[in-house]
């Protein structure tokens, strides 16, 4: 559904938002459709470059291997941040149960 409406490399990106209205989809759809080609197998990148950001198709494995890299940046990054709500929920008091709890 998604990939073929992708061009390939960083330069033919398409945002989310324009393969939704092609579509006739919410943007959030567009993100779940794209997980799930992914998972089927299917080349797709993403790019968050100001001037083109978007989804594309990979022209060839370093594509793909910076994609990923970017990945496991980000998932590094989560993981921190989940570490740091966690220190953070320590600090905060435990809701009451309410009397018909």
Same mark, same amino acid.
């Given at each position: 559904?998604?990939?073929?409406?992708?061009?390939? @490399?960083? $330069?033919?990106? #398409?945002?989310?938002?324009? =393969?939704?209205?092609?579509? @006739?989809?919410?943007?959030?759809?567009?993100?779940?459709?794209?997980?799930?080609? #992914? $998972?089927?197998?299917?080349?797709?990148?993403?790019?968050? /470059? !100001?001037?083109?950001? @978007? %989804? %594309?198709?990979?022209?060839? !494995?370093? /594509?793909?291997? !910076? %994609?990923? /890299? $970017? +990945?496991? &940046?980000?998932?590094?990054?989560? &993981?921190?941040?989940?570490?740091?709500? +966690?220190?953070?929920?320590?600090? =905060?008091?435990? #809701?009451?149960?309410?009397?018909?709890?």
């Amino acid at each position: 559904m998604i990939y073929e409406l992708l061009g390939e @490399g960083e $330069r033919s990106a #398409r945002t989310g938002k324009e =393969l939704a209205k092609l579509l @006739g989809v919410q943007p959030r759809d567009i993100s779940q459709a794209v997980e799930r080609e #992914r $998972r089927q197998g299917k080349p797709i990148c993403a790019t968050c /470059d !100001r001037m083109n950001p @978007g %989804y %594309y198709i990979a022209e060839s !494995r370093e /594509d793909m291997q !910076r %994609y990923c /890299d $970017r +990945l496991f &940046h980000r998932a590094g990054e989560i &993981h921190k941040t989940r570490k740091a709500c +966690l220190a953070t929920m320590d600090n =905060l008091p435990a #809701r009451e149960a309410a009397p018909n709890e």
